[in-house]
C-alpha cells in the first residue's frame, strides 16, 4: 500500500532553535501519537505538514505531492486541527458548519449531528461565548466529519473533561475503522496516547528521539527488583537507572543475561507504564 | 462484542501470542460460539491498549489455525472448530499452566519430589473439599 504521508530530512531553524531532522512514513490503516515536551516543535511540525510553516531543508510528500508545490489539491484530503483556531470567533457554531461542509466532498452530516449532540454542544451561539471546552467539541465536530484520508490533530483533548475525553477515544476509534484512513495526533494525554496510538513519534526539544511500535516500547523496559541493595552493577549492560534493591533496565535481554552469569537473583519483574517511559525519554 | 482478555506486560510471552491463546481457550472452552462476531481489529487494540500491528497478527494467526474466519466486508467471526481440535486447546492449556506452576517452585530451589508432594496435597486438599 502507498504510504499517506512522508516525511524526510525535514529541518526547521526558528530564531537560535532548530527543529528536526524528522523522519517519519505513514501508512493508511495507523494512528501515530506525536509527543514532546512544550516547545519540542510539534506543533510546528504539523503546521510544515500542511505547508503552513516552510521547512529549512526536507521533504514533505503527502499522498505523493509534494506539499509545497503550486497543487494544492491534497488539501481536500487532510483534515487539520490547529492548536488555536483563528477567525471563528465571531460566528455561530451552524454558520461555521456550512462554511466548512461545503469544502469538503465526503462531508458526513450524520457524523457532525452525532457528535454535537454527543457532546452537547450548543450550534446557535457564537464561538467566543463558548467555554474553552466547548469551542475544542465544536473544533472537532467540524473537522473529524470531513472525512479525509488523513486526519492532524494537534492536541485534541485540550480543555476536554474525563467523559468527553473518553467520549471522543472512541468517536477517532470508529472514525479509522472506515477504509485506509491515518491519524496523527500530537499529545500530552497518556490515556489518549495508550488507547490509540500504535506508533509513538518522540521530539525532545526539536530532536526526534525516535518512532516506536507501542509494544515495542513496553517491552524494552523493564523493572527488576532484588532481595538486596545491588552493589556491584558496573558491568551489567541496558541499565538506565538502579537505586538500592530496584534496576530499570532499557535492554532486558541483555541485562538479564549479565544478571544469570553473575548469579544475581531477582524476584520481580514488571514492564514500566507507558507514561514513565515516555518521561525517562524526554528527561 | 467485547473480550475478557487480560494481558500480563510484565510476562516475557510477546502479546500477540497472549492474545492468541486467550481467544483459543475462549473458543475452545465454548464461551464464544461458532459464527460469533469478535471485535474488529481497531476496536481489540484500544481495549487492550495495544497497536494494531500487534492485534492483526494475532488474528491472522487465528485465521490460519482455523480459530478464526474474516469475511472481506463482514468482519471477523469464530469458525466452527472440533471437538477434537478443541480437546487439544484445552490440554495445551492446562499443561502450560502446570508447567508455569513448577517452574515458579524451581524458582524457589524445591527439587523435583518435594514439588510433587505439594502437587499430591494440593489434589487431596481439592478432593476433600469437593466431597465434603
Known amino acids: ?283 | 462484542m467485547t473480550l475478557p482478555i487480560r494481558l500480563s506486560k510484565d510476562s516475557r510471552e510477546p502479546i500477540y501470542h497472549q492474545i492468541e491463546k486467550q481467544i483459543k481457550a475462549l473458543i475452545a472452552g465454548g464461551h464464544i460460539e461458532a459464527h460469533t462476531p469478535l471485535p474488529s481489529i481497531r476496536a481489540l487494540s484500544k481495549a487492550l491498549e495495544v497497536s494494531v500491528i500487534t492485534t492483526r497478527r494475532a488474528y491472522q494467526d487465528l485465521e490460519q489455525q482455523g480459530f478464526i474466519q474474516t469475511i472481506q466486508g463482514k468482519g471477523t467471526f469464530v469458525s466452527n472448530i472440533s471437538a477434537t481440535e478443541k480437546q487439544e486447546v484445552k490440554v495445551a492449556e492446562v499443561h502450560e499452566t502446570i508447567l508455569q506452576a513448577v517452574e515458579a517452585a524451581r524458582r524457589y530451589d524445591y527439587t523435583f519430589s518435594e514439588i510433587e508432594a505439594i502437587f499430591q496435597k494440593v489434589l487431596a486438599s481439592l478432593k476433600n473439599n469437593e466431597e465434603a
Not at chain 1, 501515530?32 to 529549512?56: E, Q
Not at chain 1, 506539499?67 to 483556531?85: C, F, H, I, M, T
Not at chain 1, 495508550?194 to 525516535?210: E, F, H, I, P, T
Not at chain 1, 527488583?225 to 541496558?238: C, K, N, Q, S, Y
Request: charged share 25%; aromatic share 8%; glycine share 6%.
Open chain 1, 1 to 283: 500500500m502507498n504510504a499517506i504521508a512522508k516525511i524526510s530530512h525535514l529541518e526547521k531553524i526558528i530564531d537560535y532553535f532548530e527543529i528536526g531532522p524528522i523522519d517519519l512514513t505513514i501508512e493508511p490503516g495507523t494512528i501515530t501519537a506525536l509527543i514532546g515536551n512544550n516547545g519540542s516543535g510539534k506543533s510546528t511540525f504539523l503546521k510544515m505538514l500542511m505547508n503552513l510553516a516552510k521547512p529549512y531543508r526536507g521533504n514533505i510528500q503527502l499522498f505523493g505531492k509534494w506539499v509545497n508545490g503550486p497543487d494544492e489539491s491534497w488539501k481536500q484530503r487532510v483534515a487539520y486541527l490547529p492548536q488555536k483556531q483563528i477567525g471563528f470567533e465571531p460566528f455561530k457554531g451552524e454558520t461555521l458548519k456550512e462554511m466548512i461542509s461545503g469544502l469538503y466532498p465526503n462531508w458526513d452530516e450524520s457524523l457532525f449531528q452525532k457528535i454535537i449532540a454527543d457532546f452537547k454542544v450548543p450550534l446557535h451561539k457564537k464561538y467566543n461565548a463558548l467555554s474553552p471546552g466547548l469551542q475544542q467539541k465544536l473544533n472537532l465536530a467540524l473537522t473529524i466529519p470531513r472525512n479525509t484520508e488523513l486526519m492532524i490533530l494537534d492536541e485534541p483533548t485540550n480543555f476536554m473533561d474525563i467523559p468527553s475525553k473518553s467520549l471522543l477515544q472512541d468517536i477517532l476509534a470508529e472514525w479509522m475503522e472506515h477504509g485506509d484512513r491515518a491519524l496523527l495526533f500530537a499529545s500530552h494525554q497518556a490515556e489518549d496516547i495508550q488507547k490509540l496510538a500504535d506508533y509513538l513519534v518522540l521530539l525532545k526539544d526539536g530532536v526526534q528521539k525516535g518512532v516506536y511500535l507501542k509494544e515495542d516500547l513496553l517491552e524494552n523496559y523493564q523493572t527488576y527488583w532484588f532481595g538486596h541493595a545491588l552493589t556491584d552493577t558496573h558491568e551489567i549492560p541496558g541499565i538506565l537507572t538502579q537505586e538500592g534493591n530496584q534496576l530499570i533496565s532499557d535492554c532486558p535481554p541483555e541485562t538479564e543475561k549479565a544478571l544469570e552469569a553473575k548469579q544475581i537473583k531477582w524476584h520481580s519483574r514488571s514492564a514500566l507504564p507507558l507514561e514513565d517511559i515516555i518521561a525517562l525519554l524526554l528527561s
